[in-house]
């Protein structure tokens, strides 16, 4: 592939090339122009995969250009492929590319030809094309419709995905985002920013090598050792710049465009993602203070016990269903791509008489799929005292995620350990019950029986003072606060109510032990909880 062909003047190009997206034109094509230029194209049979893996998988591939060498994980590539029939069960973070050209997307899938995930990578790193050239058509597999000179001019990275993924976090977490002082997502923070200025490129002072962080490309081969010691360039040698002062290296067709994290009223709208593009919503710039308190805002500040005192200063209400204040995303008109969300007044706190809210939760659904995200958005004046506002906004959160709501979120059991009894014949019988972080009175208890039905236990026991631990049940060493691998492992709740359990001992010696109990609630591995309590065994 001749230097002219090549993408960054580097020899890599990961992006299938044809409008196919069959990595059918590679190095061994003739003509000039991109190739792909993977050196390799591993083929494994379906048949094997289902004989080995069944329908749900992960298949990793690592890849070493020096074998047996010295610089281990350093000298290693690692990517991954998902094998299922059902889509929804890649991970939402891979059905994307989020970060970078979209010329170095390597997966067929993102492609506009692909078949799970069409058009997934990012349309906003750059449009392709200057005012006296127009590399478009070299890149076929990847539209030219949507590729732009940032998101609506302000943004490099692919907001409409990074958004998608939060409210699909949103809602399989049924936790409830809460917006900060301002409008809803009027900037965007990825990490490194001085205030709204965008984190710069390494540039060698000379200008020949430039960083590409979104390839981890994030210094020059020659001072690989000093990065891999230090973790950092010289600033004798280097200098930070903005991406737009990058002039040297660039492919034909391609200018770096300013960014910032500031994306503007559209960046709520986006999020949200609802209605029409003449109805959806939007935050408003009015000074008013015709606000009251709806009623769940009367009963949140009784519940909680707050202090009524004035009524925050709203200036930047907001309504579901308005064309005003601030456009639409470029985004907008990709339905299929772009599912829109339907919004709806879980709870409105404060509002407007004639309809504007400044205080509510809103509820977003996604039809076809189960479940739903929460937002707890304002209109309070950024420049309010903020102790004016947190304990009401936090209190709102808290009353939301507890109460009263379909698919609040699902609490966690805390086991109790209630008596430990060492009887006749080496048997310790265990008694334990359960306790919920909410719970006010029998009403709200008998509301938790049905989770109470998918805890599921593990009884453990330590005679070295909690340095190891062992089944109650065999005696087999394990891990404390890690999932059983085995299904068999776990002890399921029998009933409602105090659980007994029954274990034969082979005590190693005499002595103090602890007693442990961890309850683990079904779908929810990586949370826990678990009591312990010391007792003294001996002949």
């Known amino acids: 592939m001749g230097a002219e062909s090549r993408l960054y003047g580097l020899e890599y190009i990961p992006l299938p090339v044809e409008r196919a997206a069959d990595f059918s034109r590679d190095l061994a094509s003739s003509g000039a122009g991109p190739k792909n230029t993977a050196r390799w194209r591993i083929r494994i049979p379906a048949s094997l995969l289902r004989k080995q893996m069944g329908d749900r998988q992960v298949v990793e591939i690592r890849t070493s250009i020096e074998a047996g060498g010295t610089l281990g994980a350093w000298n290693e590539s690692r990517t991954w492929a ?43 790193f750059d449009d392709q094309h200057e005012s006296r050239t127009d590399a478009r058509d070299a890149w076929p597999s990847i539209g030219h419709v949507e590729l732009a ?179 639409v995303g470029p985004e907008w008109p990709w339905q299929g791509l772009y599912p829109r969300q339907s919004l709806e007044r879980t709870k409105s706190y404060l509002e407007q008489g004639r309809g504007a809210l400044g205080f509510a939760l809103i509820t977003s659904r996604q039809p076809g799929l ?51 009894k060492v009887l006749p014949g080496s048997e310790l019988e265990l008694e334990f019950d359960l306790s919920w972080p909410d719970s006010e009175g029998d009403q709200k208890v008998k509301r938790l029986e049905p989770l109470e039905e998918r805890v599921r236990y593990r009884c453990l026991y330590s005679s070295d003072g909690g340095r190891t631990y062992r089944r109650l049940v065999d005696a087999v060493p394990v891990t404390p606060d890690q999932p059983p691998s085995d299904p068999k492992e776990w002890i399921p709740d029998s009933r409602i109510g105090p659980e007994l359990q029954r274990f034969k001992i082979t005590p190693t010696r005499d002595g103090e032990w602890i007693i442990r109990v961890e309850a683990w609630l079904e779908g929810r591995r990586l949370h826990h909880a678990y009591h312990q309590q010391r007792i003294f065994h001996g002949s």
């Not at 973070?93 to 995930?117: I, V």
């Not at 507890?402 to 109790?416: D, F, H, I, K, S």
């Open 82 to 124: 998902w094998w299922t029939g059902d889509l929804s069960l890649v991970p939402i973070t891979e059905r994307f590319q989020y970060l970078g050209d979209p010329r170095h997307n390597p997966y067929a899938d993102l492609c506009d030809a692909g078949e799970s995930f069409p058009s997934g990578y990012n349309w906003f």
């Open 370 to 420: 189960e479940g739903e995200s929460r937002f707890l958005l304002n209109g309070f004046d950024p420049r309010m005292d903020l102790d004016a506002g947190v304990d009401l906004i936090l209190s709102a959160a808290v009353d939301a995620l507890l109460t009263g709501q379909a698919n609040r979120m699902e609490l966690l059991p805390v086991p109790r350990i209630e008596s430990v």
């Open 149 to 327: 000179d940032g998101w609506m001019g302000r943004s490099a990275v692919d907001l409409p995905h990074y958004f998608l993924l939060l409210r699909e976090a949103l809602r399989r977490s049924r936790a409830i985002f809460i917006q900060g002082p301002g409008p809803l997502a009027f900037s965007v923070s990825l990490g490194g920013e001085d205030l709204d200025r965008v984190p710069g490129l390494q540039r060698t002072k000379e200008g020949a090598w430039w960083s590409k962080p979104w390839l981890g490309e994030l210094y020059p081969d020659a001072y690989a050792t000093q990065w891999r010691e230090e973790g950092n360039l010289p600033a004798s040698d280097f200098e930070t710049v903005q991406r737009q002062e990058i002039r040297t290296g660039l492919p034909r067709g391609t200018s770096l465009s300013p960014e910032t994290r500031s994306i503007g009223f559209e960046g709520g709208t986006s999020l949200m993602n609802s209605g029409e593009d003449w109805s959806t919503f939007h935050h408003q710039r009015v000074l008013s203070q015709d606000y009251r308190w709806m009623p769940d805002g009367s009963e949140l500040i009784h519940r909680w016990s707050l202090e009524p005192g004035p009524i925050p200063t709203v200036t930047l209400p907001f309504r579901l269903k308005t064309s005003w204040h601030g456009s």
